[in-house]
C-alpha cells in the first residue's frame, strides 16, 4: 500500500491553510513522515496532516440550488459541475474515511506485531535461562563423574579410622596369571 504524499502547497490547499502553516508544522516535527523529493520538493504523508490536527478538503461554500443556475442563465451545465464538484468532494471524504481506516488498521496491526514480539522474547530469555541451568547441571554431573587423578593413588584405609566399608588390611595386587587373568587382591570373606 503506497500513502498519499502532497507537497506543500497541495497540502496548503488541501487543509486551507498557507504554505508556510505546512512549512512550519513540517520544522516543528509535526508531520514525521514528510520526506524531500528532489523534482517536486517535500512530500508530506496525508496521515500526518490528520495527525497534526490539519482538516483536508476544508468545506466550500454552499452549492448553487437548482433554481438559481437555472435563473442565471447556465441551465443544466452549472448544474451538474456543481454537482460534479459535490461528487469530488464526497469522493474525496470517501478516500480520505479509507485512508484513516488503513492507517488504523496498520497502527494496530504494528502494536499487535510488537506485542508479539515482546512476549516472544520474554519466552526466549525464559527458555535461554532453563537451558543455562541443564547446561550448568550436566557440566556438575559431569564433573562428578570423572575420576579424579587422586583417587586412584589413595592408600588403603587403616583401621579404627573413619571410612570405612574397606577391608582393614587389603592385599596388594598380584600380578596376571600364566592365562592372562588377573588375580583378585581382595580376601574372599
Do not use: K
Request: hydrophobic share 35%.
Amino acid at each position: 500500500m503506497t500513502r498519499p504524499m502532497l507537497t506543500q502547497r497541495e497540502a496548503a490547499t488541501a487543509c486551507g491553510v498557507s504554505r508556510t502553516t505546512i512549512r512550519r508544522r513540517r520544522e516543528a516535527g509535526d508531520l514525521p513522515g514528510a520526506v524531500q523529493d528532489e523534482s517536486r520538493g517535500w512530500l508530506i504523508p496525508v496521515e500526518d496532516l490528520l495527525a497534526a490536527g490539519l482538516r483536508l478538503n476544508a468545506p466550500a461554500g454552499p452549492d448553487v440550488p437548482a433554481a438559481d443556475s437555472a435563473a442565471a442563465g447556465t441551465g443544466g451545465h452549472h448544474q451538474d459541475h456543481g454537482h460534479g464538484q459535490g461528487d469530488d468532494v464526497a469522493g474525496l471524504r470517501a478516500e480520505l474515511e479509507r485512508v484513516r481506516q488503513e492507517h488504523a488498521l496498520a497502527v494496530a496491526e504494528e502494536r499487535h506485531g510488537r506485542e508479539l514480539a515482546e512476549a516472544e522474547a520474554v519466552h526466549l530469555r525464559a527458555q535461554l535461562g532453563a537451558r543455562a541451568e541443564h547446561i550448568a547441571d550436566l557440566q556438575q554431573a559431569l564433573r562428578a563423574l570423572t575420576p579424579a587423578p587422586v583417587r586412584t593413588e589413595l592408600p588403603p584405609s587403616v583401621p579404627g579410622q573413619a571410612g570405612g566399608g574397606r577391608p582393614a588390611e587389603p592385599e596388594p595386587p598380584e600380578p596376571e596369571a600364566a592365562g592372562g587373568e588377573r588375580r583378585r587382591w581382595w580376601r574372599r570373606g
